[in-house]
């Protein structure tokens, strides 16, 4: 009973928190779409890379990101099944980094590249929950030149039940 009272009472505090959002707050950082075409060729091969291993794309956006600024992103998981998630950042920005956390706040994943890497702006990552909770990753993007107005592209994949089945 006392973990529901706390969590009713986080929930509360967190949408009081919520409302200087409504009031057109320049320092908040919003979640907005963008538009490159380099970044969406590569999604594009990407997508047909994995549909072609077996993978169908569960969610994709670009978003607009802010140099030095995480993007979170909450999606559930269900246990046993395999993802692949990807992110892809603005070519020329100098570091790219994934953080994936597990429900209990636990990093589960970490990856990041530089500028000059094979694939330097793409990072891709296969995972498979040992239960169904909610993960919560963070694509963000280092550029010492552009500070706002980065593009970048995150995609979300799962195995399909036919394809995982004969992979295993």
């Known amino acids: ?6 969590c009713i009472t986080a929930l509360v505090f967190l949408v009081s928190l919520s409302i200087p959002v409504l009031a057109q707050d320049d320092n908040v950082i919003r979640i907005s ?11 594009d091969s990407v997508k047909h890379l994995l549909a072609g291993g077996g993978f169908t ?25 395999w993802y692949q998630f990807v992110f892809i950042g603005d070519v020329k920005s100098n570091t790219y980094e994934v953080r994936m956390y597990d429900y ?13 890497d094979v694939d330097g702006n793409v990072i891709s990552y296969s ?3 040992k239960v ?5 990753i963070k694509p963000l ?9 980065l ?3 995150v995609m979300l994949f799962k195995k399909t039940v036919g394809e995982a089945k004969a992979a295993k």
């Open 151 to 153: 593009c970048g592209y």
């Open 1 to 6: 009973m006392k973990k529901v009272v706390f």
């Open 104 to 116: 209990s706040e636990k990093q589960v994943v970490y990856q990041k590249k530089r500028w000059g």
């Open 57 to 81: 794309v569960l969610r994709e956006a670009s978003i607009t990101m802010e140099s030095e600024y995480e993007i979170p992103i909450i999606v559930p998981m269900s246990e046993g099944t």
């Open 132 to 136: 169904s909770e909610y993960h919560m």
């Open 33 to 43: 779409p963008c538009d490159n075409a380099s970044i969406q060729k590569q999604a």
């Open 127 to 129: 995972y498979i929950p």
């Open 141 to 149: 993007q280092v550029n010492s030149m552009q500070k706002k107005n």
